[in-house]
């Protein structure tokens, strides 16, 4: 718990720091790096940092930035415990960005020029945790300036004979961009096959089926052919803020382990390393993973809705762009009367799907399915909605399991450890204390509030809080630490109401108990 501690201290004063480098010398001026004998109660209009020099924060920014990727990054598949590692291994790491990583630079370029890439390489990370990293193949990608996803395979023979020597384990880096002003394209120039069994692909007149830009493209299928064909253990470092569809590397029997490293920051390759010989990885997925976007009610409506089809005038901008009345897109690069935005120009969404975002949806659709609200047909893979509620049946259940399992490929939360965990819940309590019962009568009564909009009355409700212990107890041989996730089922009735039928608690009880330290 200190170190926990320490970390935020640590935060706080590099937030500072780069604060002062933005506003400048007015607040350089009041001397950031003061010592400790200038400190005193009657200065609190001065900010004092922990460190005495830039360096030093710098140094802990990357120790903080360690340890935060060593307990967050998360372990989606470890066939056979591929993982950990001795850090000893001849291994051999591919990947056009595996030494210019996504996200693996200082807080928004700081402190660089660049906040989108990184002098520090996969390899080199390898390297200094003690790992024979293949130098010829290291030495091949730092002159490769290809585009994500435009992985080579037409290695020399050179490069092809140094994966023979450096042969016990391979490191494939996966990465992807995209946020604010750089949205993931909805359609590439990539065709699927005639098997391919997404929902709602865009397709074009001529019935050609596009990939998005959040699968893998067919150099990487094929980099990592050709890599699991030479290499009996294969690692996957997933290199992304937005979540993939990698359904064909969980189910690959040769892709031996699965890391998502996310967007590192400078020194968080310190802390994958840490995970590949040994640490327990404890960092579990922030959004849900599915194995097919285009099911998503997301994707009926986002950016230009040119993946729907949606689309005017057969130039692949949906319906929802802003248009001049001789039809130039607002914001396009055609359009002389804006600031260009990007290719798509301007546009708007509407957020349709509401309150069923992410695991929320996926949870509801469980639940309609397995109270009888909607039917899964598993051989057709079809949903229809029944007009009266069927209840809950066995049958219900397995088609709710069926439709989840088919979907979901990790669900929000997932994430491997080295170790097993117990968790045993205490029961329910009204006190910080845990001290008090939750009643199990009169429940409704309990928890209701009310509102009278004209009069502005409020009647809280008579328990506004509730507290779970847990005890956490690490049941295997090897240290490492747990998330506690806490759900609520809230009453959900169809066409009721807009709620979830499961969602995380916001908070968990600090009086969080462990059986053993770990």
């Not at 056009?96 to 080199?124: F, H, K, P, Q, Y």
Request: hydrophobic letters at 30%; a negative charge.
């Amino acid at each position: 718990m200190q170190k926990l501690k320490k970390g935020k201290r640590r935060a706080a004063s590099l937030a500072a720091v780069a604060l002062a480098m933005v506003m400048g010398t007015s607040l350089v001026a009041s001397t950031p790096f003061a010592s400790a004998d200038e400190r005193s109660e009657s200065s609190l209009t001065k900010y004092y940092t922990d460190f005495n020099s830039m360096e030093e924060a710098k140094t802990a920014a990357e120790d903080l930035t360690r340890e935060i990727v060593a307990e967050g990054a998360s372990l989606l598949k470890n066939k056979d415990n591929a993982l950990p590692m001795n850090g000893s291994e001849w291994v051999s790491v591919f990947g056009v960005r595996s030494d210019n990583l996504i996200g693996a630079s200082d807080s928004a370029g700081a402190w660089s020029d660049s906040s989108s890439g990184s002098d520090e390489t996969v390899a080199d990370a390898l390297e200094h945790a003690g790992f024979k990293v293949n130098p010829t193949l290291k030495n091949f990608y730092s002159l490769d300036n290809s585009e994500i996803g435009r992985e080579v395979t037409d290695f020399s023979g050179q490069v092809d004979s140094s994966t023979k020597l450096y042969n016990d384990a391979a490191f494939i880096v996966l990465s992807r961009e995209g946020g604010e002003g750089s949205d993931a394209s909805r359609v590439t120039d990539q065709t699927v096959g005639e098997d391919d069994e997404h929902k709602a692909l865009y397709t074009d007149d001529e019935g050609n089926t596009y990939k998005h830009y959040l699968m893998l493209t067919d150099e990487e299928q094929e980099l990592i052919d050709y890599v699991t064909s030479r290499f009996n253990k294969v690692i996957i470092l997933t290199n992304t803020s937005n979540a993939m569809e990698i359904e064909e590397l969980e189910n690959n029997p040769k892709i031996s382990a699965i890391l998502h490293i996310g967007r590192p920051g400078v020194g968080g390759l310190k802390g994958m390393t840490d995970i590949l010989t040994g640490l327990s990885p404890s960092g579990g997925l922030v959004d849900e993973w599915m194995s097919d976007f285009t099911t998503d009610p997301t994707w009926y409506n986002f950016g230009s809705n040119n993946q729907t089809g949606d689309a005017t005038v057969g130039d692949g901008s949906g319906s929802n762009a802003y248009r001049r009345e001789d039809g130039v897109l607002v914001g396009s690069a055609e359009d002389t009367g804006a600031t260009k935005y990007d290719d798509e120009g301007y546009h708007g969404v509407d957020y349709e799907e509401g309150v069923y975002l992410g695991y929320k949806y996926y949870e509801t659709v469980y639940t309609e399915i397995a109270l009888g609200n909607l039917s899964y047909d598993v051989a057709s893979d079809t949903l229809t909605e029944n007009a009266t509620s069927k209840g809950q049946t066995d049958e219900s259940l397995n088609a709710a399991e069926a439709w989840w399992e088919k979907y979901v490929l990790y669900p929000f939360g997932y994430g491997l450890n080295y170790t097993t965990f117990s968790f045993n819940a205490g029961g329910i309590y009204t006190d910080e204390g845990c001290n008090t019962a939750l009643a199990s009568e009169n429940l409704a009564q309990l928890f209701s509030s009310s509102y009278n909009s004209q009069t502005g009355d409020k009647t809280p409700a008579e328990i506004e809080k509730i507290y779970v212990p847990v005890t956490v107890t690490n049941t295997g041989d090897v240290a490492g630490k747990k998330t506690v996730q806490a759900y609520v089922s809230a009453p959900y009735t169809k066409g009721g109401i807009k709620s979830m039928p499961t969602s995380l608690l916001p908070t968990l009880s600090p009086y969080l108990r462990r059986a053993r330290s770990f």
